[in-house]
C-alpha cells in the first residue's frame, strides 16, 4: 500500500458525514457504513470483504452471539474485523454485523480512527506503535486459532493468550475467535 492511500484511508471524515449514536448516556461519533464504503471505494475500488468462515450451505458463518469476523483488503492488504449484530429482526442483524466488521477491519486501516480514540491521533501517535505491534500480535495469535485442526492445539494457545501482552478489546475478540473454532471443532 502506498502511502498517499493510507493517508487517503486516514483523513478525517467531513462534518457532516460523522452521525452520533447514544449509548449509555453517551453520544458518541461515529460514521456510516455508507461512508466508509465510499472512502474505500475512493482508495482502492477493487476491495474485498470475506468472512472468515462459511456455513455448509456457503454463507458466512456467524458466531454464537450473531458477530461476524471478516477479512478486509485494501490495496493488497489484508486485516481483520468483527461486527457485533444491530437490529431486531435476523435480517437487520445479518446486515448490521457485516457493516459493523467493515467499519471495524476498515478501523484497522485508519479509517475513522480520530473518531475510535479516546484522545487525538497527534496524542496517541507514541501509543500508535506499540498499537501496531499488538496488532501485528493479535492478527497472528487469531490466525494460529483459526488455523487449529483440533482441541489440543486449540487447548495449547490458551496460555498464550492469557501470558500475551494483547490489550483487553483484543483480548475479547481472541476469546471469541477462540470460541468459534472451538465449536467447528465440535467441542
Known sequence: ??????????????????QKLPTGGLQLDY????WVTDRLLQVDPMWTWKPLAF?????????????????????????YGYG?????????MTKGAIGNAIRNAAMRFGVALDLWAKESPIETKP??????????????MLERIMNAGSLIQ?????????????N???????????????VELGA
Open 168 to 182: 483487553d478489546e483484543e483480548k475479547r475478540m481472541l476469546r471469541i475467535g477462540f470460541d468459534k473454532q472451538k
Open 127 to 140: 501509543a500508535l506503535k506499540t498499537n501496531k505491534e499488538l496488532s501485528t500480535a493479535f492478527h497472528k
Open 31 to 34: 460514521v456510516s457504513h455508507a
Open 55 to 79: 456455513t455448509d450451505a456457503g454463507l458466512p458463518a456467524f458466531d454464537s452471539h450473531g458477530g461476524l469476523w471478516i477479512e478486509l483488503t485494501i490495496c493488497g492488504v489484508t486485516r
Open 1 to 18: 500500500m502506498k502511502q498517499e492511500q493510507q493517508d487517503a484511508l486516514r483523513a478525517p471524515f467531513a462534518k457532516e458525514q460523522i
Open 84 to 92: 457485533e449484530p444491530q437490529g431486531r429482526d435476523k435480517f437487520d
Open 154 to 166: 486449540l487447548s495449547e494457545i490458551v496460555p498464550l493468550i492469557q501470558n500475551g501482552e494483547f
